[in-house]
């Protein structure tokens, strides 16, 4: 049947671009959302499921990234080390321990469980401060976290 075409794009054939994203006062949990998107390529028309279109995305200011409620206290990482027993750490720790696994464990949940997107996951680049060593790639700026469509409101007298 004649028509139109799909386009699948082929391995090796897109260009990857850098973006930096600042994660000052940003919520993880829609600066993570926004941030896969970009891993996946899915903010682009040429995003393909079986190959990696995505882009580079360098996050810094990790260590100022919120959380809403009280989840700084009640979130809970855990993980098993192979001995008895789970270990657990609060979310306020784990950011006062090391600031950029918040951020690089919710995104790398918000990928895919397979291959492609352990490749995803080494495009990503999490700094603590706002100094990152990838200024040679020319990343562009690119605004993530925010909530599509709500309007900013300032409080007027």
């Known amino acids: ?49 079986h190959v990696d279109t995505g882009d580079f995305v360098v996050v810094v200011n990790a260590e100022k990234v919120t959380l809403s409620g ?8 855990t993980w098993f080390t192979g001995y008895t027993g789970l270990r657990t750490q609060t979310a306020a720790d784990r950011l006062a321990k090391s600031p950029t696994e918040v951020v690089s464990e919710a995104v790398r949940r918000m990928l895919p469980k397979n291959k492609l997107a352990r490749h995803m996951l ?7 401060g706002p ?17 599509k469509g709500a309007k900013k409101t300032t409080k007027t007298k």
């Open 1 to 49: 049947m004649p028509g139109t075409k799909s386009y699948l794009a082929k391995t090796g054939q897109h260009k990857a671009k850098w973006h930096v994203v600042d994660a000052t006062g940003k919520s993880v949990g829609r600066l993570a959302s926004d941030v896969a998107m970009v891993l996946m390529g899915k903010h682009s028309p040429l995003y393909t499921p």
């Open 122 to 128: 080494t495009k990503l680049k999490v700094y603590a």
């Open 70 to 77: 009280k989840k700084w206290n009640q979130k809970e990482y």
């Open 131 to 147: 100094n990152h060593p990838h200024q040679a790639q020319q990343p562009a700026t690119r605004e993530a976290g925010n909530r």
